[in-house]
């Protein structure tokens, strides 16, 4: 028999060329126990290759697993090239053994597609980066909530454009948010503090007097203007309620000490009787009806106006109209002509149903002046009144001119009056067009608008 070199195939003696790969064995003499060893040698690998080959093949599979397990961050991509690589060299180091191929193949398919997921998430960082992809209206919604930065409580106007934004965003627009979670994040810090605030709110009302009245005042308020959430984080939010009970408690137990203080009722109770008013009238509708000697102070009201009506009924002037049926109640001091001299005094009207306040305003001089207002300074405190020209009369006689209005009188006007009455120095100045007059307010005047305004309070 004939022994390719090549192959180390056996062939009959008569063959010139190899039957199995045909090289040509026309003058070859080979030992049978040489080709042998020979076709062994090429065919097979050696035991150190097996050993390269199996070891290369474990690498690649490990190396694989890592690179998909780190498939989001850059040393993944790489671990994944390496693991093909080996993989590859492991399936060229152990091709005549399939037996050894299936480590290498396993670590190829892991590691490609830990590539595949790796190139994805790059891809996705990339576009992310340069907004491929995103709307600019998306774009915007991201800048606004990262604008939001460290949460405090003056963040509100920050957190309200970054949500307007959001919710601006169609569906799509949304998914393409990178910090929507961020947004969240702020507004539920946001939501912390505010809770936080309100409940240091009510911490600082402490102990209960009749003083913490704005305190409690403030926190109810802070309580009451949160939202829902707000207050159902609000962890002290008994200790509000008890508080106002508290107080409550303590306002009614004072209004009621007042009114028994009052006692009989004079014209000298006049300030206890307004205090202990006062102070019931600032008591919620519920804690009134707690006062058990509200009647008393009712009935001392009643008492102290008929006593002081009839004390200043005497020095006011009274007319009746019978046609209108009213009664006139004016100072003693207001002049009967229009013509004597400049005031400024109001009256009180009264008729069956209703008792009313007006006020006469009066310019006498040699010269017109033509007024349409007044201006008013009593001790430093200015004050001013217009009129329409054609409101207010003219009339001469004899060189003297005279000019005058008869207005109603409001809850500015009665400020002012008052003013004038406890003033040490008024100064009225009617005010034309061209032309002014000074009036500085005597005392008897103050004195008469006086009795007619404690009259008209006494009437009411």
């Not at 390496?82 to 480590?103: C, D, H, R």
């Not at 002046?369 to 009339?395: L, M, P, Q, R």
């Not at 067009?433 to 007619?452: E, M, N, P, R």
Request: aromatic share 6%; with cysteine; proline share 2%.
């Amino acid at each position: 028999m004939k022994y390719c070199s090549k192959c180390g195939s056996q062939n009959p003696n008569e063959f010139n060329f190899c039957a199995k790969c045909g090289n040509s064995i026309e003058d070859a003499e080979i030992k049978p126990e040489e080709t042998y060893e020979i076709a062994d040698a090429i065919a097979a690998p050696t035991a150190e290759q097996k050993v390269k080959a199996s070891k290369t093949g474990i690498a690649a599979l490990i190396l694989s697993i890592i690179g998909f397990l780190t498939a989001f961050i850059k040393v993944g991509l790489v671990l994944d090239i390496i693991a093909v690589a080996l993989g590859i060299i492991s399936l060229i180091q152990s091709k005549k053994k399939p037996s050894k191929k299936s480590l290498p193949i396993a670590g190829i398919i892991i590691a490609a597609c830990s590539l595949i997921l790796s190139l994805g998430l790059i891809w996705e960082s990339v576009a992310s980066i340069f907004n491929i992809g995103r709307s600019d209206a998306t774009v915007a919604a991201d800048n606004l909530i990262m604008e939001i930065g460290e949460v405090t409580l003056d963040s509100t106007d920050k957190i309200k454009q970054a949500e307007d934004a959001v919710s601006a965003l169609s569906e799509n627009e949304k998914d393409r948010l990178k910090y929507e979670k961020v947004l969240e994040k702020a507004k539920n810090e946001y939501t912390d503090l505010q809770a936080e605030e309100v409940e240091n709110k009510i911490s600082a009302i402490g102990e209960v007097t009749l003083d913490s009245d704005g305190a409690i005042s403030d926190a109810r308020n802070a309580f009451d203007n949160s939202t829902d959430e707000v207050k159902n984080l609000v962890s002290n939010s008994q200790v509000l309620s008890d508080a106002e009970k508290t107080l409550s408690q303590l306002r009614t137990a004072n209004v009621e000490n007042m009114i028994a203080k009052i006692g009989e009722v004079t014209l000298d109770s006049e300030a206890a009787v307004n205090e202990a008013q006062s102070e019931y009238d600032k008591l919620l509708d519920e804690d009134k009806q707690k006062v058990s000697n509200a009647s008393t102070l009712s009935a001392a009201t009643a008492k102290l106006k008929e006593l002081k009506l009839s004390s200043v009924i005497g020095k006011l002037t009274t007319e009746t109209d019978k046609v209108q049926g009213a009664t006139f109640y004016k100072p003693q001091c207001m002049p009967e002509y229009a013509d004597i001299r400049c005031y400024i005094l109001p009256y009180i009207g009264k008729d069956t149903n209703n008792t009313w306040l007006r006020m006469d305003i009066h310019y006498t001089g040699d010269s017109w002046v033509f007024f349409k207002s007044i201006e008013v300074v009593a001790d430093g405190t200015h004050y001013s009144k217009n009129f329409n020209y054609f409101d207010v009369n003219h009339s001469n006689s004899g060189g003297v001119v005279w000019e005058w209005i008869d207005t109603e009188v409001g809850n500015r006007d009665i400020e002012m009056l008052k003013a004038i009455a406890n003033s040490n120095e008024t100064i009225v100045r009617y005010k034309g067009d061209a032309y002014t007059y000074d009036l500085t307010v005597t005392s008897s005047d103050k004195q008469g608008i006086k009795d007619v305004l404690t009259a008209y309070e006494a009437m009411k």
